[in-house]
């Protein structure tokens, strides 16, 4: 599911991005069309260091960096990034879905 949502976010797009994260907040879908506009070639490299499982819910501590190159600078810069994220069973236990990222 992090490399689903790793692969909407170098898309660039946020209908991809909701795809994967279907509980994208407002603010997120904001922070992201504003970087989206900023950015070129983004690369969103992350890593879960950290899992938790608790019946059919997962915690999952990710880390990584967003790298892209600046559309009014030229230069490339790294935002590094660590979030939480929330995983959940799909009913009759066909996979899980990207419930919460924090």
Same mark, same amino acid.
């Given at each position: 599911?992090?490399? +689903?949502?790793?692969?909407? !976010?170098?898309?660039? +797009? ?19 069309? +504003? ?22 819910? !997962?915690?999952?501590? !990710? ?5 892209? +190159? ?33």
């Amino acid at each position: 599911m992090i490399a +689903d949502y790793a692969r909407a !976010v170098e898309s660039r +797009d946020l209908s991809e991005v909701r795809r994967a994260y279907p509980g994208l907040t407002p603010a997120q879908q904001q922070g992201w069309k +504003d970087l989206f506009q900023s950015a070129r070639k983004l690369k969103a490299s992350l890593t879960v260091t950290a899992v938790k499982v608790v019946g059919t819910t !997962v915690e999952a501590i !990710v880390t990584g960096v967003y790298e892209y +190159d600046n559309v009014r600078t030229g230069r490339t810069e790294r935002l590094p990034v660590t979030f939480r994220a929330i995983l959940v069973a799909e009913p009759g236990g066909w996979g899980w879905r990207l419930a919460t990222v924090r």
